[in-house]
RNA sequence: GCCAGUGUAGCUCAGUUGGCCAGAGCAGCUGAUUUGUAAUCAGCUGGUCGGGGGUUCGAAUCCCUCCACUGGCUCCA
């Protein structure tokens, strides 16, 4: 017999060789029909696979993430298994489970052949049909050898290619129906579990993800256990489109773009740029009180200062070509950093100097590739809220600690809650190439900076590969509606150009030493932050970041004049208001300014102008009573003045 | 950059198999209405159908090309 421990920890005993699913049948047959996978001591297995030790179970269904995935992993097999039946010779790569967005692709090579959005309702029908088939999801395990044979058959060189980094004896195929698959598993039980089917798009994927290889055709797809959750799904991507930054930000009159201007170029209109004023004052504000310096430092510069500086070996893919002027090449610049380092150089500086701080909203330009462009979130030319931090090895860790207590602060001002801290690594095999050639300096300061986060207590992922060319760093990862990954800010370590630019401060004993520097921007970009913002919000501002304020609704043209004295009254309070004086009716002036997302709607007539008051409303919100035009800017002061999150 | 899709008025969209002056709603303008918490009524204006080239008696519609936008380009069996 096998003891089976429950999550619950009870112990049972079964038959040797019994499978998760029949365990679950002896439970219950409600429960066995919703059981898509198993976790047998800690893996996840297939529920029909025997088990014949002691172990522990626990039954994985549609609620455990595990369950989804296996689910959408097996999705993936029928959604092969019906482009095969329906494109003889298709030759697949990988198919793989995914969490964002949730669902599933394959990766394949058609020929010649060209997938349209009418294949794809032809492979959807074809999928419900072998679901109909309820067949089984079989495991083999099966030598090396046998599969090289079954592939080289079958002429997929993916799949062997695939087979060549696997070791005998940890191979199986999975079969379901007339599909067979190399696959590492597990698989749900049988195709019929697979009721609700979408597949969502077609795109191209370069084989292993590099464009030097052969681009395959990738098929996305999302399923469901019951019609009823895709449909949800669609009616919440759906509502996803309405808060997306593109479309507020048209409908808020935020910026624009235009043909003529150039891709990716932002030109931010008056709404948008009292939201970038205000930011900026809050970034002024939290700066200078933290002891930084504000400098500001022109476009462009020289190819040499690029040189030295490290950004056109490192960088240069991100960089627009030169533009020659007096023989010389001069670069828009793409970070402000080189531009920082010389404003340091620019006298001499002693430990009694350090920490340096300087901080600037600086534009930067990025030749970011034209595919790759993506509304306010990737853009070609950037304000960044950079500041550099020239410090010595002792101060390093305060003062990066430092600035990730801003970070915090900040989010605590926007209510950032969801986002993920990612240390930022090298990769030792791109030393030289992608990374400046110190490998000392690095594993140093990577060191530095985990200490920081460890003892700062702020939970983190190790990402290698990510890091700047000259140093380790902290990302703040934030995800746009639609699903997108995006780097929100940054917190880095230089140790590199420092040398560079051979940057130096006296010490205490007289000699000199080079600094190391902290590159950071806790409020990115405001391009990307101002994108961020807008979706977090679902364009319903904090008060004090609304481009309109206010908005003073006279219930007719007779009470005009009161009307002009409340709004000369909030202008006098600094508070950013406009008059609705359309000969419209009251409710459809509302609904204009609900629609404007201006947060406080002060309605004016014959009742307010006798009792020298005004009626409140705010948006979303409605109806919030009365009171005199003095009480409510005193409130409303306040509130701005707290930058009330709402 | 590459793969796929899209591009009709400021916005959201109609435009049958190529065929009369390309339509609607909203916005805008003009006039009437003077209104109490999410759309008052009427009239009018507005479009090189993304740009260019081609096929045709005839192109928003078919073909070529360029541009822009949208989704995707390792979450590795």
Redesign the pocket.
């Known amino acids: 017999m096998v003891k089976i421990t429950f999550p619950d920890g009870a112990v049972r005993e079964y038959q040797p060789g019994i499978t998760a699913l029949e365990i679950a049948k002896s439970i219950s047959e409600g429960l066995a029909k919703k059981v898509l996978a198993a976790s047998v001591n800690d893996q996840v297995w297939d529920a029909t696979r025997p088990i014949y030790n002691d172990s522990t179970l626990k039954l994985l269904t549609w609620n455990e993430a595990e369950g989804k995935s296996t689910f959408w ?1 097996s999705s993936a097999h029928l959604m092969a298994e019906a482009v095969e039946s329906i494109f003889p010779g298709v030759k697949f790569w ?8 949730p669902g599933f692709y394959y990766d394949m090579d058609l020929g010649d052949r ?4 009418e294949d794809l309702r032809a492979i959807e029908k074809k999928m419900t049909e072998l679901s109909r088939q309820n067949n089984s999801y079989i495991r083999k395990d099966i030598s090396k050898k046998e ?1 090289v044979q079954y592939f080289e058959e079958k002429g997929d060189e993916y799949k062997l290619d ?2 060549q ?2 070791d005998d004896g ?5 079969s379901q129906g007339n599909f067979t ?5 597990p698989h749900i039980p049988q195709t019929g579990l697979i009721k609700a089917i979408k597949l ?7 084989w ?4 030097n290889n052969k ?1 395959l ?2 098929l ?1 797809g999302i399923t469901f256990p019951n019609q009823k959750e895709l449909d949800e799904y669609l009616q919440m991507l759906e509502e996803a489109k309405k808060r ?1 930054h ?2 507020l930000g ?1 409908e808020l009159g935020i910026y624009t ?1 235009d ?1 003529d201007v ?3 170029l932002i030109m931010w209109l008056p709404n948008g740029t009292v939201i970038i004023e205000e930011l900026e004052k809050l970034a002024k504000e939290t700066e200078l009180k933290a002891g930084y310096k504000r400098v500001v430092t022109p476009h462009i510069a020289k190819e040499s200062m690029y040189l030295t500086s490290g950004h056109l070996p490192y960088y240069a893919d991100s960089m627009y070509p030169p533009m020659e002027v007096d023989g010389e090449k001069y670069y828009l610049k793409s970070m402000n950093c080189p531009h920082h380092h010389k404003i340091f150089a620019a006298e001499p500086k002693s430990y009694r100097d350090l920490p340096y701080r300087i901080a600037e909203y600086g534009t930067v330009y990025r030749y970011e ?7 306010l979130m990737r853009v070609r030319c950037l304000h960044m809220n950079d500041a550099h931090i020239y410090c010595t090895r002792e101060q390093f860790a305060s003062e990066f600690r430092a600035v990730n207590e801003m970070y915090q602060k900040y989010f605590k001002i926007f209510g950032i809650d969801k986002y993920v801290m990612r240390l930022s690594l090298h990769s030792a095999d791109k030393l030289g190439k992608k990374y400046v050639n110190e490998p000392e300096l690095w594993k140093e300061t990577e060191e530095m900076v985990r200490q920081v986060l460890i003892e700062s207590n702020i939970p983190y992922v190790e990402v290698q590969d990510e890091a700047a060319f000259y140093g380790p760093k902290i990302d703040v990862q934030i995800f746009s509606v ?3 990954e995006f780097t929100l800010a940054t917190n880095q370590v230089d140790f590199s150009q420092g040398r560079s630019f051979k940057l130096q401060y006296t010490t205490p004993d007289n000699s000199t030493e080079t600094p190391l520097i902290i590159h950071r921007a806790p409020l990115g970009t405001h391009e990307r932050f101002i994108g961020f913002l807008l979706e977090h919000y679902a364009g319903k501002l904090p008060l004090w970041l609304s481009p309109v304020q206010v908005k003073v609704l006279p ?4 009470f005009m004049d009161y009307a002009q004295n409340v709004l000369e009254s909030l202008k006098n309070a600094d508070i950013r208001a406009e008059i609705d004086d ?7 002036k ?2 204009d300014t ?2 404007a997302r201006i947060p406080y ?1 002060l ?7 006798n009792e020298g008051t005004i ?1 409140i ?1 705010r ?2 919100k ?2 919030l009573g ?1 009171k005199t035009v003095d009480a409510f800017i005193e409130a409303a002061v306040e509130e701005i003045k707290a930058r009330v999150a709402e």
């Open positions: 992993h990988v198919g793989p489970p995914t969490q964002n967005p060209k997938i349209t959005e599969a695939l087979l980094s696997l940890a191979i199986t195929f999975y698959d190399l696959c590492r598993g969502t798009n077609i795109a191209g994927a370069y292993k993800g590099d464009e681009q055709t990738r996305y997306d593109r479309k048209k773009m043909d150039g891709q990716g590739q034209s595919g790759e462009l993506f509304g639609i699903g997108r219930i007719s043209d007779k359309r000969p419209e009716k009251i409710g459809r509302i609904r609900e629609l709607m309605i004016v007539g014959e009742k307010e102008v009626a409303r948006q979303g409605g109806d009365s």
